[in-house]
């Protein structure tokens, strides 16, 4: 089955940098879109945060371009995004996903906390 493992995530100064990681496995990873989102409370919605294509295309959102970069190593089925310049508005559990099949599937999450 399609499981989905986040790492990563912590506590860390304004300005500073974190490095998530997501493993992937239960399908072929190197066919499929991945996606990393963020949820501020458990009232907020999710927030598509930065997606990569099985190509390689990026996207990202607009309050994040320049400060964070999205990666994928299909030999190790892991998607990666790297957060520089991280703000106290990026404070946000983390979340992976891929849309396999006709279902949507996300990992447990991670907590990431901009504070100082």
């Known amino acids: 089955q399609v499981k989905l493992v986040e790492s990563g995530g912590g506590l860390v100064q304004p300005g500073g940098s974190l490095r998530l990681s997501c493993a992937a496995s239960g399908f072929t990873f190197r066919r499929y879109g991945m996606r990393w989102a963020r949820q501020e409370t458990p009232r907020k919605a999710r927030e598509l945060v930065a997606s990569i294509a099985g190509s390689g295309d990026t996207n990202y959102l607009d309050s994040v371009k320049g400060r964070f970069t999205i990666s994928r190593d299909n030999d190790k089925n892991t998607v990666y995004l790297q957060m520089d310049r991280l703000r106290p508005d990026d404070t946000a559990v983390y979340y992976c996903?891929?849309?396999?099949?006709?279902?949507?599937?996300w990992g447990q999450g991670t907590q990431v906390t901009v504070s100082s």
């Open positions: 996903a891929a849309d396999v099949g006709l279902r949507s599937y």
